[in-house]
């Protein structure tokens, strides 16, 4: 049976007994007063758990769309700094006349290279060597450094004639204006086979827009490759690390689990331009850079000529960036199909082997011993320990025939191989059938007969759509595949430039769906909204939940309605049974088994403040101070900016009153968590 109980109840409202303080919102969760409508009823059966919540409910969903990898959360500040771009100089200005009497040139060449999947380097030939040839890189739009901030400066470098001295590279970092912000190094002793050099640079100054200038010296031949300016202040202090604001902001959502690399990227708009997992480990000179699908998916303004996956962050840091933030791994693998919406590429069947083994060999690689092929690759590159995968997604958003036909041979060849490693599959890219589309019932009948584990439903819908299926999952049936929200986001109309579109209306009509998807938590077991990151200057997609700009990030009130939901998330079902009088009021409540409490979401998506009356049955007594974190605007388009990055932020703060039975006024336009701590052993 479903675990929400009839909307009829026969309890009749008591008298008020409010704590008052003001008619208006407040950012205090026990200071509102509600409006003149009679109280709403509110029971948590606390005494009749109905069912576990998975204990990794809310995640996030990693996308490389909007700049999420270079130029987002791997910190890398130079572009294209293996000249692998399609115009292989882009990112990089020469200056049109060079002073100081130097004669020579640069040219992107591609012979003996370091590496067959990094083809191309730069060469800088200088017949007089004069005062050197400069090169500047423009950053991911520019880049970002801070006062006294180290960086260092690295770059394979190898040189004709082989002499000591012969060729040097100064490398200077200037601010925008062109004035430099950093003492000036210089790297020499380059030889004539490939080698790694670095220096230290420290900014004296702050700016979002500062350059990298790199200026070869000497008369001769010097190749350069894998040019790189990266921060030593790194997520979890980690070398070549990840970007610590937005790591952070992962961390603080307490994501259960991280699904990655995407999303669109993993098909591909062909398959040859599809993600490869096995070309993003090792060193990253020998990764293979991509083009970025959204680098051309939509028309100007919203294209990026100079997207690419430079794989920086790859397989391996995305499985680290889970063990950091205590998040279980589900990574998204190509099944032989292109993306669908562009040329709906297919491998043929008596092609798709090497797609299915490339599945196997990446659980190989995460669980495997250092005693099997890709456990013994794992443990080369660091991390001799599995990194315990339990789940992997077949294909993103797929549907159709093919799809199914391609999913039963993973399937096949996965559960044979490894009959625990769960497997999500796909039910194409809308949460319901259109007219003549039948592409999710079809795919959800076809998944049900082959017993699949996880279907991946998406749903990027306005607001009002949000709050008509805060039922949806009632009559799922619990014995059939379980349930991921892979991918949601509410879209108000109106897509204003980057955060507008993240308006507090989009966010509460997610938490009141959100409410439906704890209170079905034993069938929907993942929950992630999309897309997760991207820069101001640089996004295809919006809304999306954290932005930022080269020194900057903030959560949109989506983050922290997500947050409010993943750092409460409970271990129980408790039912609620809410009145008829609760229109445009949603609730859900669980048992956190780890405290002992119980916690309640409500979400007002009415104007006003409410009061509620809220009974928990089945407990016999209950402390009289919890927590109260009341997430609330007065505004329905209030948004939050860099400037004003917390303004529709939680407020947190004790909650007095508490007992069996009591009230509580909850703001207008608010999402409120209580935290209810009782005295009965569980
Ligand atoms: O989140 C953006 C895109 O939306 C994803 O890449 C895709 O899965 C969906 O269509």
Redesign the pocket.
């Known amino acids: 049976m479903s675990p929400i109980m009839s909307r009829a109840s026969v309890l009749i409202a008591p008298a008020l007994a409010l704590a008052v303080a003001s008619g208006a919102w407040a950012p205090c969760p026990r200071t509102c007063r509600a409006d003149d409508a009679p109280a709403v009823d509110l029971v948590v059966k606390a005494g009749s758990p109905a069912g576990e919540i998975s204990p990794i409910l809310n995640g996030v969903?990693f996308?490389d769309?909007n700049f999420a990898a270079d130029g987002g959360l791997y910190p890398e500040r130079v572009k294209n700094g293996s000249f692998e771009f399609d115009d292989p100089m882009m990112g990089w200005r020469r200056p049109a006349l060079v002073a100081g009497g130097a004669v020579g040139g640069f040219g992107v060449v591609g012979d003996r290279p370091i590496h067959p999947n990094n083809p191309h380097f730069l060469r800088a030939r200088l017949e007089r060597a004069g005062a050197g040839l400069p090169l500047t890189n423009e950053g991911f739009r520019g880049i970002g450094v801070t006062k006294d901030a180290a960086f260092t400066f690295s770059v394979r470098g190898r040189s004709e004639p082989e002499k000591a001295g012969a060729m040097a590279l100064v490398v200077q970092l200037v601010a925008a204006d062109g004035r430099p912000i950093a003492a000036a190094q210089r790297l020499e002793g380059f030889t004539r086979d490939w080698k790694a050099y670095s220096c230290e640079v420290i900014s004296t100054a702050t700016d979002p827009r500062a350059k990298l200038t790199i200026t070869v010296q000497g008369a001769g031949t010097l190749d350069l490759d894998m040019v790189s300016l990266f921060p030593r202040d790194t997520f979890n202090g980690r070398p070549g690390g990840l970007r610590p604001d937005l790591a952070r902001l992962l961390k603080d959502l307490k994501p259960g689990f991280v699904r990655f690399p995407?999303?669109?990227?993993v098909e591909g708009r062909t398959l040859a331009q599809r993600y490869q997992w096995k070309t993003t480990i090792g060193d990253r000179a020998e990764r293979r850079l991509i083009m970025n699908r959204w680098n051309v998916e939509f028309s100007p303004p919203r294209n990026a000529p100079d997207y690419y996956e430079s794989m920086g962050l790859g397989f391996l840091e995305y499985f680290q960036l889970c063990e950091d933030i205590g998040a279980k791994p589900l990574p998204v693998l190509n099944c032989g199909m292109a993306c669908q919406?562009n040329l709906a590429e297919l491998v043929p069947a008596e092609d798709l082997d090497p797609y299915i083994q490339d599945a196997l060999d990446l659980i190989e690689f995460a669980n495997g011993p250092a005693t099997t092929t890709w456990g013994a690759r794992r443990a080369a590159l660091g991390h001799p320990g599995p990194f315990g995968l339990t789940m992997i997604g077949i294909g993103?958003?797929q549907w159709g025939p093919q799809y199914i036909a391609r999913y039963e041979r993973f399937a096949r060849a996965i559960k044979a191989k490894y009959p625990e490693i769960l497997l999500v599959s796909g039910a194409g890219?809308g949460p319901a059938d259109g007219p003549g589309d039948d592409r999710f019932s079809s795919a959800w009948d076809a998944l049900r007969k082959l017993n699949a584990d996880l279907v991946d439903e998406?749903f990027?819908m306005p607001p009002d759509w949000f709050y008509s299926q805060v039922h949806r999952y009632d009559g799922y049936d619990r014995k059939g595949p379980k349930v991921f929200a892979g991918?949601f986001a509410s879209h108000v109309r109106d897509k204003r430039p980057a955060f507008g579109a993240n308006t507090w209306e989009a966010a509460l009509s997610e938490a009141a769906l959100m409410t439906g998807l704890e209170r079905n938590g034993d069938v929907v077991r993942l929950a992630s909204y999309?897309?997760l990151f991207a820069h101001v200057e640089a996004w295809q997609?919006n809304p999306n939940l954290i932005w930022y700009d080269n020194l900057r990030s903030m959560g949109t009130p989506s983050y922290y309605v997500q947050k409010l939901f993943g750092v409460n998330r409970g271990t129980t079902i408790l039912p609620v049974r809410l009145d008829d009088a609760a229109e445009k009021l949603y609730a859900c409540a669980s048992l956190d088994a780890r405290t002992g409490q119980v916690v309640l979401k409500i979400v007002n998506a009415r104007p006003g403040p409410r009061d509620v009356h809220i009974r928990l049955e089945g407990v016999s007594s209950v402390r009289p101070t919890g927590e109260a974190q009341v997430l609330a605007a007065p505004d329905l388009n209030a948004v939050n900016t860099l400037d004003d990055p917390t303004r529709v932020s939680p407020a947190i703060g004790p909650a007095e009153g508490l007992s069996a039975d009591f009230h509580r006024a909850v703001p207008g336009y608010s999402l409120t968590v209580l935290r209810i701590g009782t005295n009965d052993k569980r």
């Open positions: 969903f996308e769309i995407g999303g669109c990227i919406f993103n958003e890219p998406h990027y991918e999309a897309p997609w």
